[in-house]
């Protein structure tokens, strides 16, 4: 992999960067992180030529191995946590605007939920100790630690099957795929965690159940804040707890949002013996768009993750038979949050690849 393409994972910098020198200038420079996700972002994958070429063969041990991209992601684990920490700083401290709040509190979800996600998924999906302990920190931040369960244990289980929470149906809007995804997503969880636990002879009410763990370890993240704040001003502080469930909200709304767009309108065949037919590329959406791609550690290139989690970001390969996204992720949140439009855009381009690869599959 050249120096360019792996310089360009530090992109993802980029957000944190905006959202500080953007508080700073005031302004309409608390839009400026928006700008550059939703405007800049979607413009530039638009231009510039699509990444479709995979790591040769021979490559890909090498590449494995190198520890320059465990870097890029272990670095942004710690980066994460002192902008949140800034945040909270500016919350206790500042007066901002109603507008100002909003502006500054979804801009901090930009790099909790929109980047931190992305790279606790990325760990989480490793066994090592220290990979799943930075998955489970980042996630803390944003009071979505179920997701580690969830995720690996459960949707990519019943990934494109009816069994599946964040597995969007046709015909779904967002806003009906959210409710059914957080919620049902969280009991899976809990019943998940149940099971593992049934295994190895444990009590559920136990410390041993995560599930518990993951309730707790967020409120008691936000509470030491609070009051550390509290005490330092000589008054209740908050801002920081209304601050901090709001950036969490709309940060695993927009994994949501990934999610919905991941796998709209997926399916797997159930098989005569009532099981359902292997995961493979075709199950997922695609997209190679560079400039999204390197923001989002290749996280569009979904298809090859699903058919092969424990693929490091850095060796996923493009599929040209599975189906592809119009635009990157930048620009498909937008469109997804106008179900009329997701709908004419998306139920089209379903069919006609539908018609054209899986009817010449079979």
């Not at 090592?128 to 949707?155: D, P, S």
């Not at 075709?282 to 550690?297: E, K």
């Not at 060796?315 to 119009?326: G, T």
Request: hydrophobic share 45%; with cysteine; proline share 4%.
């Amino acid at each position: 992999m050249n120096v360019m393409k792996k310089l360009g994972f530090y992109s993802a910098f980029v957000l944190p960067l905006l959202l500080i020198s953007g508080f700073y200038l005031g302004g309409i420079g608390f839009s400026l992180i928006h700008i550059f996700v939703f405007i800049l972002v979607p413009v530039l994958d638009f231009f510039i030529r699509k990444d479709q070429e995979n790591v040769p063969e021979n490559q890909i041990p090498i590449l494995t191995k190198e520890r320059f991209y465990k870097l890029v992601i272990f670095s942004w684990v710690y980066v994460q946590l002192a902008v949140l920490v800034w945040g909270f700083f500016v919350i206790a401290n500042r007066s901002l605007s109603l507008s100002e709040w909003l502006w500054f509190s979804s801009g901090m979800a930009l790099v909790t939920g929109g980047v931190g996600i992305t790279v606790a998924h990325e760990l989480g999906h490793k066994a090592g100790k220290l990979e799943q302990f930075y998955a489970k920190v980042l996630l803390m931040t944003v009071c979505y630690m179920h997701f580690i369960v969830e995720h690996n244990r459960g949707h990519h289980v019943r990934v494109a099957t009816p069994d599946d929470p964040a597995t969007s149906r046709r015909g779904e809007s967002f806003y009906s795929f959210w409710w059914r995804s957080v919620s049902d997503g969280y009991l899976s969880a809990i019943q998940l965690e149940q099971q593992r636990l049934e295994k190895i002879n444990a009590k559920t009410w136990s410390f041993r159940n995560n599930m518990i763990l993951f309730t707790i370890l967020p409120l008691l993240f936000v509470g030491v804040f609070t009051v550390g704040f509290s005490l330092s001003q000589s008054r209740v502080v908050w801002e920081i707890p209304v601050f901090f469930f709001a950036q969490s909200i709309l940060g695993f709304s927009l994994l949501e949002l990934v999610n919905y767009i991941e796998h709209y309108g997926m399916e797997r065949k159930k098989l005569p013996n009532g099981r359902y037919e292997r995961v493979t590329p075709l199950h997922s959406w695609n997209a190679s768009h560079t400039v999204s791609n390197f923001l989002l550690f290749q996280l569009q290139r979904h298809s090859d993750h699903h058919a092969f989690a424990y693929k490091p970001y850095q060796i996923l390969e493009h599929h040209n038979d599975s189906p592809q996204l119009p635009q990157g992720y930048s620009a498909m949140i937008i469109l997804a949050l106008v179900p009329p439009l997701w709908f004419r855009v998306m139920d089209k381009r379903l069919e006609t690849w539908k018609t054209e690869v899986i009817g010449s599959i079979q």
